[in-house]
């Protein structure tokens, strides 16, 4: 793990989440020693989807000294 920072990031309600508790599932899509593209789904206690969130993420090495 390490630090990263959002470059890109949307949301897509699809119902109102009345049903809890809710699960998030993340998958990462595609990755380089820099950037990341990921995807989330949010589901109700009845496995609906809710929301789902595409993501993209700058990877920030840090230096050692």
Sequence with gaps: GGLSLTLNAGISFFKAGEHGPFTAEAVEVSASSKIANYE???T???GELVAKLSGTAYKKHSRQL
């Design 40 to 42: 989330v789904s949010i």
């Design 44 to 46: 109700d206690a009845y």
